[in-house]
């Protein structure tokens, strides 16, 4: 039987020899590996926040500070660790804080897959932050101190101070400023938001979005030794919070109150006014006016009607505010209209048709030209139907004559093959539209900024090939005739163009780089609202004026068009009577867009002063009726407030040097 | 014994005459294990203001008791031992019933426990390895010539039946494999047929599976498998042990942290550290070197014990000795193993090293009973 006692050996060295191998295997080759799992395992990080930067106008003026608030938290993986789940703690905090239960319960689920808003957007493992009171309101304290005293009815709750965002301003200018939100588990850890702790608050629009990084700061973060329960049995070394920059703005904090003002002012009279042809009083729905410095893009002013409290994002929007803020039938409130709404611009185009008529060539600067009241060959229509005679282009400008641009237009079109276009047609107009940043972003540095539209031949074809299919199955006369030739740039496109009406679409920013290339010699400028970044040991960090490009158009002509418009606010001009008397000496250009379905958008696109241009001012009233009614005299109440008499910009110029209250 | 041992007893003196290499290598086992225990529980204690020698202290005294009993048995005659085995295993079933009567105690999930009152356990399963070895042995050593037949091997399968499935029925699935293999051990050295072994191993497969589908188990026992098959399942749940064990003894490196300075084990990051998972302590405060030379001092017992049954004097030393060493052999493997993540974990302690009476005591005897067929072996 010693056989089977060799078995017995052999099978006892083998199991010692396995139980050596992996055990080298373990402390030689992976012994790194498993040494970073023991200092993960036994080292906590907590997180000190940086205070986050304020947000100062050009003066120095504070836009967004941070005040002390006490927040309550609810920890969701305690509520689980509950017998019932936390329900008794929820139904008790619900009393205390006076939100529903089940909402409580709503907010503090972490999003993703099927569950949608309200949810948790951060870490899973991180308290929720369920309500926030002020350290200076006392009825908020003594709720916390509710919770507070009765600590063992209200386990995973807990309550602690933090900063939040502040606006000392009120609303002013929310639209520019943003707001914060919780960074989404998809964004933690990428390189945008390398740093930032999961479930921190980051911005969400606004200059709190485009100046995040600089405005965060960085948090401190303290390396804590833990046992296997947590408890803490030293530190291994902390790293300090370095706070956020301050963000000075190009923006005046007086002359964002007076087109605040005027803008309010313009679109509540509108609303008393009856719209052109008897289609009821003007619904004034929305409106935007921008304020830039003419040479250099430094927006001075940024107005949105409507607008909204930014205090609302403070501690989390409820879905019921959010969805307020972006409901159609209350104006939408969060549409930053001077950026992220797009609209016909009429008339205000204009500057761009005569340029390209003038500049293409065929048509002399000096040249007189008919302006009927119908254009034949398209039967498009003068405004009002009014004969002019024959004008010259200054008046044609002045007067808003149509059919002389019409006339350019389509003969243009006629010249580039008509309905059977030449290989490579000029198109004067698209092209110098497109030279004057049109149907681009102005690269402003605010979020969601959107492109516009420019109707062309490629504009009229994509669409072709994205309706064709649905259009082509439908049976009445219109979808057929698209389904044949709808991807065709026909005569009428080309003269709608002209005058700045159908498909094509500014946004007000984008129309007031146009009227600054024309103001200042024809620089396309990069508009901006951030004019420097303050870092906490005083570093400053300039944000320079840049053009973008140069428009092709000659000085000469350019002077043209200033005079051109500067006889618009004159006696006999479209803006003439919105400008009766004006201590201001203003050019511009009145604009009346005609929208499918509603009532006119009132434009003024404007600088001055004329002998050497220091602003420009877009006025844009949606549902506003005619331009020299409305966005005119509202685009003089902010001249007068600015640059008139007392006014808050005198010479139209902001600071030359940063705020001093900036600057340690 | 002969007129010249007793006219000169100091020369030839049984304590002279044992394996001395086997005692001193009992002897460093536990006292590497006294030193590893200590370690597992001195910081734990010292966080709950306890004694942090409470636990060494204990351990120590457990293996001096043992000790006493080793030098007991060894000295035991082999007629008196034969004589003896019947009582041994009809004691160790009898705790074993015990431990199912309103007697019994659950520690840590397992129903396997006697109190006896002033904080003073017993653990029956364990004395219950040493009966079964003494029993099989005794009943397949009576058949003094070639292999045993159909009736011996139902003799041997019917009496160990009963502590097995008893031990089943705590339930305790680690100890039943010891003594499954045991029996097996036991029999294959006795010279069974192969068929026989080979078709108790497919019993075994059967009855383990049965036990599985029946419920018998309790659900901790089943997730510890399904999480040895998957260590990743549920890290903070039923794999974290694991997971921690083998983060300690891979942070050990080639020559470990130092005695006390685990931070694995200080940060009691392993649940009962100081029973079934203190091979880790080894491999983490000391490295491979110490965790290695553990490794040999545990082979070189097995060698001994191997040694002793090849020299053993008749079948039943034989037989004693052959299954002892399966049935440390195994239960180093299994745990150890566990602590590694290549076994499953099964809550089996490491022999002469984990803290726990009952088990010191067993192993004690197991080692007395291997120095008296040492001691017979030349007779």
Known sequence: ?664 | MTATTLREPRRDSPLLRLDLVLALAVLALIGLGSILVWSATRQRQLDAGLDPQAFLRRHVVNAAIGLVIAAGVALVDRRSLQAYAPLVYLGSCAGLVAVLSPLGKTINGAHSWIVLGAGFQVQPSEFAKVALVLGTAMLLAESRDGPPGTREISMVLALSAVPIALVLLQPDLGTVLVLVFVVLVVLSLAGAPGRWLGGLLVAGVVVCAGAVQLGVLDTYQLNRFAAFADPTLDPRGVGYTTNQARIAIGSGGLTGKGLFQGTQTNGRFIPEQQTDFVFTVAGEELGLVGASALLALLGVVLWRGLRIASRAGDPFGRLVAGGIVGWWAFQSFVNVGMTLGIMPVTGLPLPFVSYGGSAMLANLCAVGLLQSVHLRGRE
């Open chain 1, 1 to 664: 039987m010693n056989s089977r006692l060799f078995v017995l050996k052999v099978l006892v060295a083998a199991l010692l020899m396995t139980l050596l191998g992996r055990l080298v295997v373990l402390q030689i080759p992976d012994a790194a590996q498993y040494e970073r799992a023991a200092t993960d395992n036994r080292t906590r990080s907590v997180v000190e926040p940086a205070p986050r930067g304020e947000v100062v106008d050009a003066r120095g003026t504070p836009l967004v500070r941070n005040r002390t608030a006490l927040v309550v938290s609810v920890s969701r993986s305690q509520l689980l660790g509950q017998p019932d789940d936390g329900k008794a703690v929820l139904n008790r905090l619900s009393d205390v804080v006076g939100v529903p239960a089940a909402e409580l319960a709503r907010q503090i689920r972490p999003c993703g897959g099927a569950v949608t808003q309200p949810c948790w957007r951060g870490s899973p493992y991180q308290p929720v932050p369920v309500a926030q009171y002020s350290a200076t309101d006392a009825a908020g304290l003594r709720r916390v101190l509710r919770i507070e005293e009765h600590r063992e009815d209200f386990p995973g709750v807990s309550s602690q101070y933090a900063a939040v965002r502040d606006y000392p301003a009120g609303t002013l200018a929310a639209h520019v400023l943003g707001y914060l939100g919780p960074i989404s588990n998809d964004e933690t850890g990428t390189e945008q938001y390398a740093g930032v702790q999961p479930s921190a608050l980051v911005g969400r629009s606004g200059v709190e979005a485009t100046y995040d990084e600089a405005l965060r700061g960085r948090d401190g973060v303290e390396r804590l030794l833990v046992d296997r329960v947590g408890s803490v049995t030293g530190s291994r070394g902390t790293t300090p919070p370095v706070p956020g920059s301050t963000l000075v703005l190009t923006l005046d904090a007086k002359a964002q109150q007076v087109a605040e003002r005027a803008l309010r002012t313009a679109v509540e009279k509108a609303r008393t006014t009856e719209a052109r042809g008897g289609r009821g009083l003007l619904r004034a729905d929305s409106g935007s006016i921008v304020v830039m410095e003419a040479k250099t893009g430094r927006l001075v002013a940024l107005a949105s009607y409507p607008s909204y409290d930014p205090t609302v994002f403070v501690g989390g929007a409820s879905p019921a505010q959010y969805a307020q803020l972006v409901d159609e039938d209350r104006g939408a409130p969060l549409v930053f209209r001077a950026v992220q709404g797009a609209y016909a611009p009429a008339s205000t185009f204009k500057v761009i048709s005569a340029a390209a008529a003038v500049g293409s060539g065929d048509y002399p600067l000096g040249g007189r030209y008919e302006c009927p009241s119908v254009y034949g060959p398209t039967g498009q229509k003068n405004f009002d139907s009014a004969a002019l005679g024959t004008i010259d282009l200054r008046t044609a400008l002045v007067k808003s004559c149509d059919t002389i641009f019409y006339r350019f237009a389509y003969e243009q079109w006629l010249r580039d093959g008509g309905n059977r276009p030449v290989d490579k047609p000029r198109d004067p107009m698209v092209t110098l539209a497109k030279a004057f940043g049109l149907g681009e972003r102005t690269g402003v540095d605010l979020p969601s900024e959107r492109r516009g539209t420019i109707a062309d031949r490629g504009y009229l074809q994509r669409l072709y090939d994205q309706t064709k299919t649905a259009r082509c199955k439908g049976s009445s006369p219109v979808d057929r005739e698209y389904c044949v030739d709808g991807n065709r740039f026909r005569g009428g496109d080309a003269t709608n163009f002209a005058i700045g009406q159908g498909d094509t679409l500014v946004t007000p920013l984008q129309l007031a780089t146009v009227y600054a290339a024309v103001a200042n010699g024809g620089a396309l400028l990069e508009p901006h609202v951030g004019r420097a970044v303050v870092a906490p040991d005083g570093v400053v960090s300039e944000i320079a004026p840049r053009v973008r490009a140069r428009v092709p158009v000659d000085p000469n002509l350019l002077g043209f068009l200033r005079d051109a418009l500067a006889g618009v606010t004159q006696p006999g001009g479209t803006a003439a009577a919105a400008f009766a008397g004006s201590p201001v000496d203003v050019a511009g250009k009145t604009g009346t867009g005609e929208v499918a379905g509603k009532q006119d958008t009132s434009w003024f696109a404007s600088f001055a002063p004329v002998a050497d241009p220091t602003l420009v001012v877009i006025g844009m009233v949606s549902q506003g009726g005619t331009g020299g009614t409305v966005a005119a005299p509202m685009v003089r109440e902010v001249y007068d407030g600015l640059l008139g008499p007392g006014g808050v910009l005198p010479g139209g110029r902001l600071p030359a040097e940063l705020p001093g209250s900036v600057l340690r």
